[in-house]
């Protein structure tokens, strides 16, 4: 016996698929899902009346297919390089992408479900998309046992946001634990053993930095290569040094910026990196380079002038002003890898179909 079961599709179906999604959603929450189930005849013949039947088919769902279903319904995000981004930035409401290998998020935003869970959080610069979530965060993480976080920030806006917290500790007569780290542009800070972040020079309309995470690993140095393991130990136990320690630039997120930052010198390593994060607030000619500079933002038309920079594996757009449609930053994908040899990955969450 076949039973074809088709389910009415929601008002807005979801455009990205998402992963490790901890909430259950029921059945219709799927977009005209039809399900087929081979219902075997001994299970059936047990059941007595239509009402019966349906009863087996409704704990089929719930043993098999409907398993299978919710299985493809993922967290919003996508894997690039063995990280799993996901996040959200629309130009001017929100701007957070998480990478939770890394246990970090760059920008908070309105402070999504899934930044709590991250113990860093790298602030680009002081506007309300970026920084609005912080409180809610460090409540959150509070609420939820988990260890207070540790928050990097610009010196110049570092007693600021001591303040911010302190009105908020007096409003909700609160404890709000956190470390407030003001670092800044080539300072260095040790994550875990081997990882470090330093920030790097972005240009905004207020202040602003950007922040590579490096990896680090232990080389031996070339004048001992030849050596056999216990000659090379033997080194070691007297105290000589026989290793170089190698920074190898992994994740560069600029926040909010204009494209100057692709021609500061001290930026090479943002730029090598195996994925860089950056914006492209414009993608046509409804705004000109000249707005996207007045505004302290990135237009794409300069990406693709200055793409011969761009050394990274993987470009991952962000920022696009909301008056984009999916189909536009589709397009502006399109004309960015074809001038780049890395990968050009748009973040799209928030953002429409013109057909939808």
């Known amino acids: 016996m076949q039973v074809l079961l088709t389910i009415p599709a929601p008002s807005n179906p979801p455009y990205l698929q998402t992963f490790n999604d901890p909430i259950l959603h029921s059945p219709s929450s799927f977009h005209n899902l039809s399900l087929n189930y081979k219902v075997k ?43 799993s981004i996901e996040g959200i930035s629309v130009g001017g409401h929100e701007t957070c ?18 930044a709590v869970h991250q113990n860093f959080v790298f ?3 002081a506007h309300l998309d970026h920084i609005g979530g912080l409180p809610m965060y460090v409540a959150t993480r509070a609420l939820y046992g988990l260890k207070p976080p540790t928050i990097f920030v ?48 972005t240009h905004h309309v207020i202040p602003s930095q950007g922040y ?41 997120f600029t926040g909010d910026t204009t494209s100057d930052f692709l021609l500061e ?22 705004f000109s380079i000249e707005d996207a500079r007045e505004r302290g933002h990135t237009h794409l038309f300069e990406l693709i002038e200055h793409a011969q920079w761009i050394r990274n594996k993987v470009v991952l757009l962000t920022h696009f002003s909301s008056r984009y449609h999916l189909e536009d930053i ?11 040899s890395a990968k050009v990955v748009p973040l799209t969450e928030g953002f429409k179909s013109m057909y939808s």
């Open 123 to 125: 602030i680009t610069h």
């Open 212 to 252: 590579v995470i490096y990896s680090i690993r232990k080389k031996l140095k070339k004048q001992y290569i030849h050596l056999k393991g216990k000659q090379i130990e033997k080194l070691k136990n007297s105290g000589v040094e026989i290793t170089d320690t190698i920074l190898s630039p992994e994740v560069a």
């Open 330 to 340: 589709r397009q502006a994908v399109s004309k960015l890898q074809a001038k780049v």
């Open 265 to 286: 010198p001290r930026n090479a390593d943002a730029l090598r990196a195996k994925l860089l994060i950056t914006e492209a607030t414009f993608l046509d000619d409804g």
């Open 154 to 201: 610009s010196p110049c806006i570092q007693d600021d946001v001591e303040k911010l917290f302190d009105i908020h500790r007096s409003m909700g007569q609160v404890e709000l634990d956190f470390d407030l780290v003001a670092l800044d542009v080539g300072e260095t800070y040790e994550l875990r053993n081997n990882l470090v972040v330093r920030p790097f020079k």
């Open 41 to 83: 005849p001994g299970r059936l013949e047990a059941v007595k009346g239509g009402a019966g039947i349906f009863s087996a088919i409704g704990r089929a769902i719930e043993e098999d297919e409907y398993r299978k279903a919710r299985a493809e319904v993922q967290r919003k995000g996508f894997e690039i390089e063995g990280y």
């Open 97 to 114: 992408v998480i990478v939770p290998e890394l246990k970090c998020a760059f920008d908070i935003g309105r402070c999504p479900l899934r």
